[in-house]
């Protein structure tokens, strides 16, 4: 069965940053785009950004351009997300999803907590 | 291209039918898809393409709209429907954008 296995909760100090891993099973991997989806607590779904593993091309939500990096490992049927220079602003849980024009399944999701 | 959810809070019994509005701030055809989330987990999706059920999903679920006005309607409400539901535009891939949430709360 598909899942997406993320990795578990991080804190970091604000300055820092912080890198979530996504490893995907149960499909081939490089057929499917995986997206980046962040919710603060008790707010709603923002887009984080998304990469196609098997071409590295990546896109990135506009007021996270210069701090979000996305990657992959094929090799591993990996994806990563790398956030720079956190604020408390981006403490959230962040889900990884698979899709292109839908996202059909979610990783269970991984907390970010931005704390001094 | 930004998608505006109403109501933002809806509050319903067991049995009742309700329906959620998504409205795109231009034209999207039909690239709308909803997800269901409840507390503590991750969104799933309910309907792609603004009215296609995804499998599994049970059938008092329908989507229906295009272009700029859409909606999810739950013809009967069960108690595990209580849940927050999401809209999404896929017109702008990769560059998507979720509405602001709608939760669905027992009367």
């Known amino acids: 069965q598909v899942q997406l296995v993320q990795s578990g909760a991080e804190v970091r100090k604000p300055g820092a940053s912080v890198k979530v891993s996504c490893k995907a099973s149960?499909?081939?991997?490089?057929?499917?785009?995986i997206y980046w989806v962040r919710q603060a607590t008790g707010q709603g779904l923002e887009w984080v950004g998304w990469?196609?593993?098997?071409?590295?091309?990546?896109e990135y939500a506009q007021n996270l351009q210069g701090r979000v990096t996305l990657t992959s490992e094929t090799s591993i049927n990996t994806v990563y997300m790398e956030l720079s220079s956190l604020t408390p602003q981006d403490t959230a849980v962040y889900y990884c999803?698979?899709?292109?024009?839908?996202?059909?399944?979610w990783g269970r999701g991984a907390l970010v907590t931005v704390s001094s | 291209i930004q998608v505006t959810q109403s109501p933002s809070f809806l509050s319903a019994s067991v049995g009742d039918k309700i329906t959620i509005t998504c409205r795109a701030s231009?034209?999207?055809?039909?690239?709308l898809n909803w997800y269901q989330q409840e507390p503590g987990k991750a969104p799933h999706l309910l309907i792609y393409?603004?009215?296609t059920l995804q499998s599994g999903v049970p059938s008092r679920f329908s989507g229906s709209g295009s272009e700029t006005d859409f909606t999810l309607t739950i013809s009967s409400l069960q108690p595990e429907d209580f849940a927050t539901y999401y809209c999404?535009?896929?017109?702008?891939?990769?560059?998507?954008?979720f509405g602001g949430g709608t939760k669905v709360e027992i009367k």
């Open positions: 149960g499909y081939t991997f490089t057929q499917y785009d």
């Open positions: 990469i196609n593993p098997n071409s590295g091309n990546t």
């Open positions: 999803a698979r899709g292109w024009q839908w996202l059909d399944y």
């Open positions: 999404q535009q896929t017109y702008t891939i990769p560059k998507v954008a």
């Open positions: 231009q034209s999207i055809g039909t690239y």
């Open positions: 393409a603004a009215s």
